[in-house]
């Protein structure tokens, strides 16, 4: 009776492999390819159940968080169980994730743009507004700057240097203490040595300059922010922030933070820094 039923699963095998020895991928499943994941032997396993099994590739075990710990989703990691944040509630994390659930079924109606955001903070002055960086600036971003009194200069590493100036962040042409503001919206997210960069706007912003960093965060306790290829990441990201890691490198920088804004609803962070070496606490001073 098991030698008949074996029979009928390899004919069945048989017509759905066909010539090619893949097996019809209905949609939204990923093709099971023999050459990687290994021959599924029916008189090994028996009747392979997709409803209910999974095929494991080579070298891997079924994943079991009582052992493993969390699976992080927004990295396609796992988390190591002594590395995980308890839910306490007081957790930012999982403020975020309250907020972003709520904000799904019941609109805010708050204001979520970054740029606006960054400019209802920014009062009038003068001297270079440094926007760094934004391949295609918006008018009204650049009218709204240059009426609060300051030269607007948009830079960009794909800068045409006709609209934006073509500069690498990494190695900025400005002199030391050139710049009275500066504005980085979702960009440190794009750099791999983003602290390099950080480094730089601190050296080219004048003493009592401001700076104001708005930067996407998918974790917020963390201590360590989440590598990721850029090429895996829809928006080109390297990394997914945690603000935490955010906060620290600033303020090794030898930045001032004066205001920090959380924007759970959204996974954001707008940080409000200032330079002033006389009264920091870290390398630069503090």
Request: negative net charge.
């Amino acid at each position: 009776m098991m030698n008949a039923l074996l029979e009928i699963g390899r004919g069945m095998m048989r017509s759905v492999l066909g010539a090619t020895g893949y097996a019809l991928t209905p949609k939204g499943h990923v093709m099971y390819d023999p050459n990687i994941y290994g021959v599924y032997d029916l008189t090994k396993e028996g009747v392979y159940n997709s409803k209910e099994e999974s095929v494991i590739p080579r070298g891997q075990a079924i994943y079991d968080p009582n052992v493993f710990g969390q699976y992080d989703l927004a990295s396609q990691r796992i988390v190591s169980k002594s590395k995980l944040i308890g839910p306490e509630v007081s957790s930012y994390d999982v403020l975020m994730a309250e907020a972003q659930r709520y904000a799904r079924v019941m609109p805010l109606n708050l204001e979520s743009d970054r740029y606006r955001l960054i400019l209802a903070l920014l009062g009038a002055g003068k001297g270079i507004c440094l926007d760094a960086c934004t391949p295609q600036p918006l008018d009204w971003v650049r009218e709204r700057i240059s009426a609060l009194g300051y030269e607007y200069i948009p830079i960009d590493l794909r800068g045409d240097d006709v609209n934006v100036r073509r500069e690498d962040l990494l190695q900025l042409p400005f002199a030391d203490g050139s710049v009275n503001r500066i504005i980085s919206a979702d960009t440190l997210e794009h750099i791999g040595d983003y602290k390099q960069a950080v480094a730089e706007l601190y050296r080219v912003l004048c003493e009592g300059g401001i700076a104001l960093f708005h930067v996407p965060c998918y974790y917020f306790d963390k201590v360590e922010s989440e590598p990721i290829e850029p090429q895996v990441d829809p928006w080109g990201h390297v990394r997914y922030f945690s603000a935490k890691e955010l906060v620290a490198s600033l303020a090794e920088a030898g930045f001032i933070i004066p205001r920090l804004g959380l924007q759970f609803d959204y996974g954001a962070v707008l940080c409000t820094v200032a330079k002033c070496k006389g009264i920091t606490n870290g390398h630069h001073g503090r």
